[in-house]
C-alpha cells in the first residue's frame, strides 16, 4: 500500500510512484491532419466509426482506445480492476455505452474537459491505496455530439466567433498500477517504457469549481482559466514548488484566448508560466490552416495529447517532470438556458520520468 502525504487542502505527494503501464489515443480525420497526426495510434477517416448514430460512434472510439491501452500493457479486461471513465454527453452515455460493455467494474465521471485529469486523480488514489492492481482511465469527446449537447445541430450552420473553440474528435485510455511496466510476451503489447526508465504519478492537486461569471458559451478559454490559474498556484504552494520545478504545464484546452488569460492572472499572483506553459488545446491543430479559432477543446483534447504527445515525452526523459492541468467548464445545456454562469474546473497531475535505476 502506498500511503501517499496530504499537502494543503487538495494534493496528495504518493509516497510510491503510479506508474502509468501503458496508454492509447485514437482520433478522428481532422485531429488526424493536424500537427501531432504521426503521434496517435489511431487515426480513423471515417468520424462515425462505422456507426450509424453520432453518440455510438463516440463510444466506439472510446471503446476502442481502452482495448489499444489494455492490448498494449499485455493485458485482458478480466485483469482490470476498475475502470474510471467519462465523457462531455449527459449521463455519460459515450461511456456507459461503451467501455462499460467491456465488463469491467466502473465508476462513470463528469470533469467537462478535464474529466481526464479527474481519472487519473482517481484511478492514482485507488491504485496506492491498494485497491487495485491494474486501473483503467479513459475518457473521449466528438465534435458532432459536442455540438448537438451543448450548441445547434450541425446543419444549423451557426457562424462560430474566434474565440471559439474546436472540439476535438478523440479519445484516449491509460492503465495505471503499482508496478513498473515490465516486458510482456503477449502479442501485441507495447508498455510505455524506454531503456532509460519508465513514467509515473507522483502526485494531485484536486481543483475547486471557480466561478467568474463568464456567461458566453463559445469562450470557453475565458471560463475555465480562472480555475487553471487556481489549481496551479494552489499546487505550487502545497507543494513548495515553483515555474524552475517543471520543464512543462500543460493545460487543457483554453486555446488562444484562455492561455492568455491564464498568464495574466498568475503574473498578478507573481508567477510567470510563459517559458513552460503549453496548452493542449494549441498542440492539437494548427489554427491558421484549420480554421479552429481560439484551439481544441473536449474531454479528447487533453487526453489525445497527453497519450499521444506528452507521455512518450516524459518516458524518453525529454521532459522529467511535467504538470498535467486539463481544464473543464461545468455547465449543461439546462444551466445554461437558464441563465446561470459558467464555472470552471481543473485537476493537477504530476508526472515523472522514473529512471531505471529507482523504479520500484
Not at 23 to 46: H, Q, R, T, Y
Not at 114 to 134: K, N, P, Q, R
Not at 227 to 245: K, L, M, P, Q, W
Not at 296 to 312: D, E, F, M, Q, R
Request: aromatic content about 8%; glycine content about 12%; some cysteine.
Amino acid at each position: 500500500m502506498n500511503s501517499g502525504t496530504l499537502l494543503g487542502k487538495a494534493s496528495i505527494s504518493f509516497s510510491r510512484p503510479v506508474y502509468i503501464q501503458s496508454c492509447a489515443s485514437v482520433v478522428g480525420p481532422k485531429e488526424g491532419d493536424g500537427p501531432l497526426k504521426n503521434c496517435f495510434d489511431m487515426i480513423c477517416d471515417d468520424p462515425m466509426f462505422g456507426e450509424k448514430k453520432w453518440e455510438a460512434a463516440e463510444s466506439a472510439m472510446q471503446k476502442e482506445a481502452a482495448v489499444l491501452a489494455i492490448g498494449k500493457a499485455g493485458l485482458t479486461p478480466d485483469d482490470i480492476r476498475f475502470v474510471f471513465a467519462g465523457d462531455l454527453l449527459a449521463q455519460t452515455i459515450a461511456s456507459s455505452f461503451g467501455i462499460a460493455e467491456m465488463g469491467i467494474p466502473f465508476f462513470g465521471l463528469y470533469g467537462a474537459c478535464s474529466t481526464m485529469g479527474e481519472s487519473l486523480s482517481l484511478g492514482a488514489i485507488a491504485v496506492s491505496a491498494g485497491y487495485g492492481h491494474h486501473i483503467l482511465c479513459a475518457t473521449s469527446s466528438h465534435f458532432a455530439t459536442a455540438e448537438k449537447e451543448f450548441r445547434f445541430p450541425l446543419g444549423y450552420g451557426c457562424q462560430r466567433p474566434l474565440s471559439a473553440t474546436w472540439t476535438v474528435t478523440g479519445s484516449a485510455a491509460c492503465i495505471l498500477s503499482p508496478e513498473a511496466p515490465h516486458p510482456s510476451e503477449m502479442v501485441g503489447s507495447s508498455l510505455l517504457r524506454s531503456t532509460l526508465g519508465s513514467v509515473a504519478i507522483t502526485g494531485i492537486t484536486t481543483g475547486k469549481v471557480i466561478d467568474f461569471g463568464f456567461r458566453d458559451s463559445l469562450n470557453m478559454g475565458g471560463c475555465m482559466a480562472p480555475a487553471a490559474c487556481d489549481t496551479i498556484y494552489r499546487h505550487f504552494e502545497d507543494f513548495g514548488r515553483s515555474v524552475n520545478d517543471y520543464d512543462a504545464v500543460l493545460t487543457g484546452d483554453l486555446g488562444v484566448v484562455g492561455r492568455q488569460i491564464l498568464l495574466d492572472l498568475l503574473k498578478e499572483k507573481n508567477i510567470d508560466l510563459s517559458s513552460v506553459h503549453q496548452d493542449c488545446g494549441l498542440l492539437i491543430y494548427d489554427n491558421q490552416k484549420q480554421d479552429t479559432h481560439s484551439g481544441g477543446s473536449g474531454c479528447g483534447c487533453a487526453a489525445s495529447v497527453l497519450a499521444a504527445y506528452i507521455l512518450p515525452r516524459v518516458v524518453s526523459g525529454f521532459w522529467k517532470r511535467v504538470l498535467f492541468v486539463p481544464t473543464g467548464a461545468m455547465l449543461s445545456k439546462v444551466s445554461f438556458n437558464e441563465g446561470e454562469s459558467i464555472a470552471g474546473i481543473a485537476h493537477g497531475v504530476v508526472i515523472e520520468h522514473i529512471s531505471k535505476e529507482t523504479e520500484v
